[in-house]
């Protein structure tokens, strides 16, 4: 058996090609964990899965329940154990609520919040039958609050609080563990195309964060790692905000001027 915190254990993270999911595979593999991609861009996860020892890829659509079924006997079979689902596979429209088509609320929620739920419900009962296992979901600080033009987004992502919460009670008290965690502002490939476009952009957006930046998809890897963890043994049904002190604020708009 290999070394390190997630030593001999099958792990499966959903959007584990691009971004937040790619550092957390990373992460776990390097922590000795057997991880599974799982998500919907066969070349960019076929080429992570190779370049990580460990790791294999499956092409899934998570919001389609049978394939997201599947995902789980293949990293049973591969790995010959399940310990670690992490949902973080998302999709979304931003447009203001008038303007949303259905079709991009439906997808919104499929992709991001009812793919939690497949996610979960094909792997509990594996992880209540063995009496151990541990389950992070990506919400986001956008599930905490409102954000002109994110509806859906926001929707979906409150949802998966809540989701994990439940799921957490229900688990509680026979060795599984669930939670979420509530990133702000990360720049990944997402936040790339969608926000950043220029560079001066990133400095832009930066400034207006408490911490003066925007966050990186490790220090997102970092908690889900401790999540997953042992060290973790009695945290569950948490939503942990990872924001650079985005969500600090009362919403109130500044009234004194900055004094240094
Ligand atoms: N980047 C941020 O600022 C930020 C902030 C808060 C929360 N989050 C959350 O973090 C998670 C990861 O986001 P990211 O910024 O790393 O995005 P990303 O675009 O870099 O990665 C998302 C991955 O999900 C995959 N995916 C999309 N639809 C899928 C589907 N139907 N089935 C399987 N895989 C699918 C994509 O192919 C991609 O590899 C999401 O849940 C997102 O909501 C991100």
Same mark, same amino acid.
């Given at each position: ?11 499966? %993270? ?16 390097? =922590? ?8 919907? $861009? ?10 990580? $020892? &460990?790791?294999?890829?499956? +092409? ?10 599947? /995902? %789980? ?30 079709? +991009? ?14 996610? /979960? #419900? ?6 209540? $039958? ?6 992070? #979901?990506?919400? @986001? ?5 409102? $954000? ?8 979906? !992502? ?42 001066? !952009?990133?400095? =832009? ?9 925007? &966050? =990186?998809?490790?220090?997102?890897? #970092? ?7 042992? =060290?973790? @043994? ?6 942990? %905000?990872?924001?650079?002190?985005? @969500?600090?604020?009362?919403? %109130?708009?500044?009234?004194?001027? !900055?004094? &240094?």
């Amino acid at each position: 058996m290999g070394e390190g915190r997630l030593a001999g254990r099958g792990a499966i %993270v959903t959007g584990g090609a691009s971004g937040i999911g790619e550092a957390v595979t990373r992460r776990f593999a390097a =922590e000795g964990a057997r991880v599974l991609i799982a998500d919907v $861009d066969a070349d960019r996860g076929k080429r992570v899965a190779d370049e990580i $020892d &460990g790791v294999n890829f499956l +092409e899934t659509d998570v919001s389609q329940p049978d394939a997201v079924a599947a /995902m %789980v006997k293949a990293a049973q079979r591969d790995f010959g154990r399940l310990d670690i689902l992490v949902n973080n596979a998302f999709w979304t429209a931003m447009r203001r609520t008038h303007k949303l088509s259905v079709a +991009e609320w439906r997808r919104t929620l499929d992709v991001t919040l009812d793919a939690v739920f497949y996610g /979960m #419900n094909a792997a509990l009962p594996v992880f209540l $039958d063995q009496g151990s296992g541990a389950i992070v #979901n990506t919400a @986001s600080i956008c599930g905490l609050g409102a $954000d002109d033009g994110m509806s859906a987004y926001n929707t979906a !992502k409150a949802g998966v609080i809540n989701l994990t919460r439940t799921a957490a009670l229900e688990a509680a008290g026979r060795g599984v563990r669930v939670n979420c965690v509530c990133p702000g502002l990360i720049a990944t490939p997402a936040v790339e195309r969608g926000f950043l476009g220029r560079p001066e !952009k990133r400095e =832009e957006i930066g400034v207006q964060i408490p911490m003066q930046r925007l &966050g =990186e998809p490790e220090e997102i890897a #970092n908690v889900a790692l401790f999540l997953v963890s042992d =060290e973790a @043994s009695y945290v569950t049904g948490a939503a942990i %905000v990872v924001d650079g002190g985005t @969500s600090i604020r009362s919403g %109130v708009p500044d009234l004194i001027t !900055k004094q &240094g």
